[in-house]
């Protein structure tokens, strides 16, 4: 079957000197079957390219890809470049996935797309209006993978033709390049055609991709004075001489199109290929490009003139209604001048098309084009500007041509060039959004319109190049009379660029300024709002604390009825935290944002204070409730097809969460995957610092040292210090790579620095920076007094703040530097806050040392159990490092590690659900052990892995149960 568009071709005729691509054609079409030669095979992808500049046989060798295709019964869509049409955004994919969709009627395509129609409608022009999301780009091309991915395997196996791809917009050749390495998956070949001196420079991608995928393009040669010879012989008789024909070759350079060309002019005029023929075959090939084939059309008449300029301008598929009327000729003219084109090989029937005109070829078309005379070729892309829009071809399609038009303070050009641009915005295409915006803002528009104007402006170029919108937003803000709702949009869309160019300083500055000026108090909270948010990732803020105790004056005055308030009471719940506040304090704030709603998608609002309430959770030992947030969070951006920067953090700080949860293979498989949407992402740099150290820690976690140096490598971490507050603090981490890798010294100077900066601040908290426990297992050997105070004071601050998890840690930070018999008690409290925390890895830890601590005093039996149980969460955790020095523990005291007693499952067993509720209605440890027939410390055991498995302290326990799935009887 076939759902595609062609672009019209010389006449069917054997390709010549093409044996070698024909073959390769065959080979690729022949691995798309599941049998080859009566044996079964597996169904293997490819991806061919031929390259030549124009008139070499690409669009011939695609054509015969085509009826190869159709012949074995392979599915086939097409799309091509246009040579006016670079402007229209995703045009190409468009012209290759509207035909197989048009085919659907509306509830089959929604179903087929599903949850991405709302992503990909725009772009795919199945969806003009007004959409309810602006998709970033990477969202875009997600989600044509996907509806790709699912074509190939719904109509597999499938071929997909794209030619003249040097006439490619930028959006489509984006996501051919991004998409083309999945083939090897697919039951689908791509081939391509382009003249590679023609490619744009945005263009390079394409160019490096066959060897990206171990291929190399066809490269076509001109054909040899043999094959030109067989040519002109088949259309004047075999007795045109040698000499005659090597003339024919001379002239047209052996290009294929113009040989054939050549050759059928030479039929036509009824020459026999004889010597005293040479003058007159010359004019001929002179006639078939540049100045012969303008005088050539110049001599059908003025009215035919004029139409091949309205279809030179129109492009593809020509109307010859929209061509007749942008030329100002009647109908009946119209059609004759369109006889007097067909008959002069300059147009021909568009095979895609039904009633359309193409010109025959795409060189005919640009000679034609570039003819026009630059006033007359003014006009024209006037009129047609203003007959498509007539026609109902929308915005879009008229803006190309007023691009080619000078300015002239139209209001009805700027309103086209906005409305174009606004649909580009929702196809996530914010490149063609900006040029139009910059034509319109040149036009000029209306002085009421330019703070607007220039705002869209900054929206459009802030993925692209955000030094630019702070430029547009600065001028925005200095137009007279801004409605103070508008000038409040383009401050908060400031304060965001100068963040993403890590003047964090500058974006609270402007806010706080914002703050003080205007007069309306809901807006005035917004910006203090945004002020606080962007102090808080300043790693210079200069008076921390100062700020700390106006957040919370403010924050006990709100009561977060509104979405401002519901902000600041957000902020003020991670102000708790960082400042090691008791946890209970963040918790209530942090529940009091929540309750009105706090969205992650909001693009007035920003994400920065969702995430951070979500992260109090974290570090207040409910991280079940983290994540549901974040799973919440991260629904809303994929549902708006924002799979930029917002994902590539959502899904790195999920992994941070399974990380101190101690799902250690799964935290890396999360963060691996944020730090490659991170890479490929353009403008996520902060979230490359999020990944990347939270990849280190999960990497050392695992005992994977020399993996961790690599990675940090890599992205230079530890030699770049950013601008903006990181979690975990970057060097804090890199001082864990420095401590693992044995280099105590440089580990302890660089901690001795982070706590100097954290203590200036105020910020105390060792649950979320724990720079003190890292800093005594320095200076553990050097300075073991020193070492000692550094514990205990950690210790302090975690009580200070209560979460079990900090607590333990901490306590176990001083026990191991404390040593000794001393040390004994202090790991047995360690583990006992800890088996009340739901941080299964710090656990494993914890017992690990205490039963080496054990062994090491000659307590053997107790030894055992802490190791056994230490063993058994390390191997759960995917903590390899610990879980090999548990066995060397073990065998060190003589014992031998014992197969795994309890399999890894995150679901509750019945006596672990009982223990739970048990626990929440109130009772006693003894109680419940006397319930369930056990010891307390069994229970004790019993409600640790209850923490772990759901996600919680005991705090935590009553709402996480309630969501949480029962044992199955």
Request: charged share 25%; with cysteine.
């Amino acid at each position: 079957m076939t759902t595609e568009r062609r672009q019209h071709v010389t006449e069917s005729r054997p390709l010549l000197e093409r044996r070698r691509e024909l073959r390769a054609l065959d080979e690729a079409l022949a691995a798309l079957r599941d049998t080859r030669d009566g044996v079964p095979q597996t169904p293997r992808g490819g991806l061919l390219v031929f390259t030549g500049p124009g008139g070499m046989g690409k669009t011939a060798l695609l054509a015969q890809a085509r009826s190869r295709a159709l012949a074995q019964g392979i599915t086939v869509l097409s799309g091509c470049g246009g040579r006016n049409e670079q402007e229209l955004a995703f045009r190409v994919v468009r012209r290759l996935l509207q035909p197989p969709l048009a085919a659907m009627d509306g509830d089959e395509l929604r179903a087929f797309l599903g949850s991405w129609y709302d992503v990909v409608a725009t772009a795919l022009g199945l969806e003009a209006g007004p959409g309810p999301h602006v998709p970033d780009p990477s969202g875009v091309r997600e989600g044509l993978d996907w509806v790709m991915t699912r074509l190939a395997a719904r109509k597999a196996p499938m071929v997909l033709l794209l030619d003249d791809l040097h006439w490619a917009d930028i959006e489509s050749l984006d996501w051919i390049t991004s998409f083309a390495p999945r083939v090897a998956d697919l039951p689908l070949l791509i081939v391509l055609a382009h003249r590679p001196d023609d490619l744009p420079r945005e263009a390079e991608p394409l160019r490096a991709l066959p060897g990206s995928l171990g291929t190399r393009p066809y490269a076509l040669k001109p054909l040899t004075s043999e094959a030109v010879a067989r040519i002109v012989r088949d259309e004047v008789g075999d007795g045109a001489e040698d000499e005659f024909c090597e003339e024919c070759r001379q002239a047209t350079g052996g290009n294929p199109f113009e040989t054939v060309e050549l050759a059928i002019r030479l039929g036509e005029r009824n020459l026999r290929g004889a010597w005293h023929e040479l003058r007159a075959m010359r004019d001929l090939a002179a006639a078939l490009k540049g100045r012969g084939l303008i005088e050539r059309l110049h001599a059908l008449g003025t009215s035919t003139v004029r139409f091949a300029y309205a279809a030179a301008v129109l492009g593809e598929s020509v109307s010859q209604e929209l061509a007749a009327t942008i030329a100002v000729v009647g109908s009946e003219a119209a059609a004759e001048a369109t006889e007097r084109l067909r008959a002069a090989r300059i147009l021909a029937e568009d095979d895609g098309t039904g009633d359309g005109l193409a010109f025959v070829h795409p060189l005919i078309a640009t000679t034609v084009y570039r003819s026009i005379p630059p006033a007359l070729r003014v006009g024209l892309h006037n009129g047609a500007a203003e007959a498509v829009r007539a026609a109902g071809f929308g915005p879009a399609a008229a803006a190309r041509h007023l691009l080619e038009v000078p300015c002239d303070g139209r209001a009805e050009a700027v309103a086209c060039l906005r409305e174009a641009a606004r649909e580009y915005m929702r196809a996530g295409a914010p490149e063609a959004a900006r040029r139009l915006l910059t034509r319109a803002l040149q036009e000029p528009p209306l002085p009421e319109q330019r703070a607007e104007l220039l705002h869209e402006l900054a929206s459009s170029t802030f993925l692209i190049k955000p030094t630019a919108t702070v430029a547009h937003l600065r001028e925005a803000l200095a137009e007279p009379g801004l409605d103070p709702e508008l000038r409040a949009s383009i401050v908060y869309r400031l304060t965001q660029a100068l963040a993403h160019i890590d003047q964090v300083a500058e974006a609270a500055a402007v806010a706080a300024d914002e703050a003080r000026r205007t007069p309306h108090p809901r807006i005035r909270l917004r910006m203090q709002a945004d002020h606080f948010v962007w102090s808080s990732y300043r790693t210079d803020e200069p008076d921390s604390a100062a700020r700390s105790r106006r957040l919370a004056r403010l924050a006990a005055k709100v009561t977060g009825r509104g979405l401002e308030e519901r902000y600041i009471l957000g902020l003020r719940a991670w102000e708790a935290v960082v400042c090691g506040e008791p946890r209970r304090t963040a918790l209530e704030y942090a529940e009091r944002a929540l309750r009105g709603g706090l969205s992650w998608t909001d693009e007035n609002r920003g994400f920065e204070v969702p995430v951070a309430v979500a992260m109090v959770f974290l570090y207040a030992d409910r991280p079940r409730r983290a994540e549901e947030l974040f799973s919440k969070g991260m629904a809303e951006c994929e549902a708006k097809g924002w799979r930029g920067s917002h994902l590539t953090l959502g899904q790195t700080l999920s992994g941070y969460i399974r990380y101190r949860r101690g799902s250690l293979a799964e935290a890396e498989n999360l963060v691996r995957e944020g730090l490659r949407i991170a890479d490929r992402v353009e403008g996520a740099v902060p979230a490359q610092w999020f990944a990347v150290g939270i990849l280190i820690q999960t990497l050392l976690a695992r005992g994977r040292t020399a993996e961790a140096r690599r990675i940090a490598d890599q992205h230079r971490y530890g030699k770049l210090v950013p601008n903006a507050v990181i979690y975990p603090d970057p060097r804090t981490v890199y001082a864990e790579l420095l401590l693992a890798e044995g280099r105590a010294d440089e580990a302890a100077a660089l901690l001795r620095d982070v706590g100097d900066w954290l203590d200036g601040r105020e910020w105390r908290n060792p649950a979320w920076c724990a720079w003190q426990s890292g800093l005594a297992s320095a200076l553990a050997r050097s300075a073991p007094d020193r070492a000692v105070r550094h514990a205990q004071d950690a210790v302090k601050r975690a009580r200070d703040f209560g979460a079990a998890s900090a607590i333990g840690q901490a306590l176990h930070t001083l026990a191991e530097v404390t040593g000794g018999p001393a040390a004994l008690d202090l790991h047995a409290e360690a583990v006992g806050h800890l088996e009340q925390s739901p941080a299964a890895y710090e656990l494993a830890r914890a017992l690990v040392g205490h039963g080496a601590a054990l062994s090491r005093t000659g307590q053997v039996q107790e030894a055992a159990d802490r190791l056994y149980r230490g063993l058994e969460g390390a191997v759960h955790c995917g903590a390899e490092a610990l879980a090999a020095r548990a066995r060397d523990e073990l065998a060190a005291a003589g014992l031998r590690p014992l197969p795994l007693r309890y399999a890894q499952t995150d679901t509750l067993t019945a006596p672990e659900r009982e223990a739970a509720e048990l626990t929440v209605r109130g009772a006693s440890t003894a109680v419940i052990a006397g319930k369930l027939h056990l010891t307390e410390q069994g229970v004790r055991h019993l409600l640790s892995s209850v923490y772990r498995k759901i996600g919680t302290d005991a705090s935590g326990l009553a709402a996480a149960l309630e969501s949480f799935p029962r044992p199955r009887p």
